[in-house]
């Protein structure tokens, strides 16, 4: 494989990778087996590069091999986790379009602009699920509060966030 | 299915905390509505930018925190070049609306200071005068020192060693101390956005006031000169409020007392004790028959003011009173040091302390050189009068006088000759 070609991959990799993130926890139910699938995936994806006619292909060609890896890793978790049936993975997989990357371009940065709204102490929280196992818990026992309540509040603030980063876009003109 | 009942299975779902009950009604209202697939889909984006922002919030705070499973297999697939692009991405995203608004200044400072803004890879050089948007701030040793002043007149000084994190958003100033010395005066905060000091095992929060910090990895003295602060002991969340000439000592361990006391009168004589009076240094055990000893330790001096020279090695130990019942040691005119210790060689050493006004505040740091000739097996034992330092910038008091010791270091420059200290005491003028 020439370079040029290697070059050409990464840049795709990296430009499309939050996009392929975004697909893969779609299809899956933990952010452990979006990681590993998606490790897994973009080895495929480079032993079977030669496959990929042209760069505007990538986001399609990718996601088909992350799909197929998906669908086998949600069945080898699905004996001792709660997952979806293999049925609706299948219709979430064909419903989302072929490309996403600027929409979700333009979702981050909405995002980002809707957590500056939020307190500090409500920032912290809502991030606090993706940083360490436990850390919910661990304020639970520190602020002497239930760990349903701090999660009844994680859900409010979450959703407050979905209508905050969809009147951004509207009002920004980020829709896509 | 409801909107809203809809919204609350989609983020229990992606929180983890969904139930087979839950999860079959999700799958059956997704497997019928292209409506809540499409729903869905963006509920999923969500949780994606969300653990992106969660990364890059994590960066900012400066707190290394592990973040889910690594990706061994990815990186060493693409190695190092989709590394870098990797990074490159991932910094252009993260770091997309970047604030360069100022929110303090440099007022003051000397010796190894280092600032790294947000976002910002490089460390920046640093002048008196400087506008500074939110960072990190790295006072390297002992005898170097920084103070910053925020846009409404609050200061801080940072004594060294300390790394110092300071932001001002929405919800407050919030500054984070990871190790080191802290002496702030604060103006009033506006209502409902208290000023927060943050340390590996407090946190404190502030709406005017003057006070004094000191945090190590393990624990956190919080010394109230004026005005009242209120410490969360983030081991176990429990809270004090800790008033005028009283102090707190949070430990990471929760078992150790978290009770405000008041100061206790000042006493004019000190003897160190280790490991208790460590602050920088590695401990070592001494000889037959001779106490612990306490190793300098190796760090880099770089420049003053922003001018950046070769980098010079220095070698400090560096003791303080410290504990728990420790009173304030109070320095009298006529007092002496008595330090202990070991030299492979004659050698010059640079002997310093730093202090506190007795209601709170850094007042000065001290020092003086001196030529050491060790005995044929290596020790030496100096005394030092007060008199004999001399304050390292003008600003400081005259005299150390009447002002609380902190801290005292013993250093030499470019050579490791074995310093290491046996025991310092701080002996009054009557004594003999």
Known sequence: ??????????????????????????????????????????????????????????????????????????????RDRLVLSEETVALLAEDTPDSNSERIHFERRALNSCLQKLSLENRRLVLMPYQRSGALWELAQRTNRSVNSLYKLLGRLREKLRLCVEQELITKGGES | MKDEHFGDLCNRYFLGTISAEEMAELDCGLKGSQDLRVKFAAEARLDTNLRDAASSFEKKQGVGISKGPSRPKWQWAMGAAAALLLIALVVSFFYPERKTEHIARIADLHGAVTWIADGEQAEGRLEIGNELTGGTLEVSSLDSWAELVFEDGSSVWVSGPAVVTISDGGAGKMIRLREGDLSLDVSPQPEGKPMRV?????????????????????????????????????????????????????????????????????????????????????????????????????????????????????????????????????????????????????????????????????????????????????WFDVELALEDFVRMRSRFVESPAGHELVWLWVQTHRKDVGLSLSSVDLLSPESE
């Open chain 1, 1 to 78: 494989m020439n370079k040029e070609k290697e070059a050409g991959f990464m840049r795709m990799f990296v430009a499309h990778e939050p996009e392929l993130r975004a697909f893969l926890r779609t299809l899956l139910p933990s952010w452990e087996l979006v990681d590993d699938v998606l490790q897994e995936a973009s080895v495929v994806m480079w032993n079977k590069l030669d496959q990929l006619e042209n760069e505007e292909g990538f986001v399609p060609w990718a996601k088909v091999i992350v799909r197929f890896k998906a669908m086998h890793a949600r069945r080898s978790v699905a």
């Open chain 2, 198 to 378: 943050i340390t590996p095992s407090a946190e404190a929060v502030v709406l005017g006031t003057q006070f004094n910090v000191s945090a190590s990895p393990l624990s956190t003295s919080l010394t109230v000169n004026e005005g009242n602060v209120q410490v969360t002991r983030l081991a176990d969340g429990s809270v004090q409020e800790v008033k005028a000439d009283h102090r707190v000592i949070a430990a990471l361990e929760h078992e150790s007392p978290f009770q405000a006391s008041p100061r206790g009168d000042s006493v004019r004589i000190w003897k160190s004790e280790f490991p208790r009076d460590v602050r920088q240094g590695s401990l070592g055990s001494g000889a037959e028959g001779r106490p612990n000893e306490l190793h300098a330790e190796a760090h880099l001096f770089r420049g003053d003011h922003g001018e950046t020279i070769d980098p010079v090695l220095l070698y400090t130990a560096v003791v303080g009173p410290r504990g728990r019942k420790m009173q304030p040691v109070l320095l009298s005119k006529g007092a002496r040091f008595r330090i202990r210790g070991h030299l492979d060689q004659p050698y010059q050493v640079d002997f310093g302390f730093g202090t506190h006004h007795a209601r709170g505040g850094l007042s000065g740091k001290f020092s003086v050189k001196r030529k050491l000739k060790p005995d044929q097996d290596g």
